[in-house]
């Protein structure tokens, strides 16, 4: 997903860099970026980063809101894996214009 530059995209990422706004959730997504495509039980995923119970359940809520996770039910467990869309899609909003003030010091194309 490419974000240009517009107002939906800005309101995206104030509330994707909210929901990432504190160490948990950082370590919840950092740790459901190592586990890839196919995800985490909610379980494991709690054992990992050390938070368990309804504060798991919080930031988990707070992430999905935002569209950085998805959760799905395998049976009776629920998964967990990052929605690498949105997060390319923040990380493109971030580095969009990368460089754009230089002009022409800099060579090559690093817009994204």
Do not use: W
């Not at 990422?13 to 370590?27: I, Y």
């Not at 740790?31 to 995923?45: F, N, S, T």
């Not at 809101?65 to 959760?71: D, E, I, R, T």
């Not at 390319?88 to 969009?96: I, T, V, W």
Request: charge should be negative; charged fraction near 20%.
């Amino acid at each position: 997903m490419k974000l240009e530059q517009t107002i939906p995209a800005l309101t995206f990422a104030a509330s994707a860099f909210a929901a990432l706004g504190s160490e948990h959730r950082l370590a919840i997504l950092r740790r459901l970026v190592r586990a890839g495509p196919d995800g985490v039980p909610i379980g494991e995923l709690g054992d990992a980063v050390g938070i368990t119970g309804s504060v798991l359940t919080h930031h988990l809520k707070q992430m999905v809101s935002a569209g950085l996770v998805q959760q799905r039910r395998d049976g009776r467990r629920i998964l967990c894996a990052v929605n690498y869309d949105e997060i390319r899609g923040l990380s493109d909003y971030l580095l969009y214009e990368c460089c754009a003030d230089q002009g022409d010091q800099m060579t090559g194309d690093h817009n994204g």
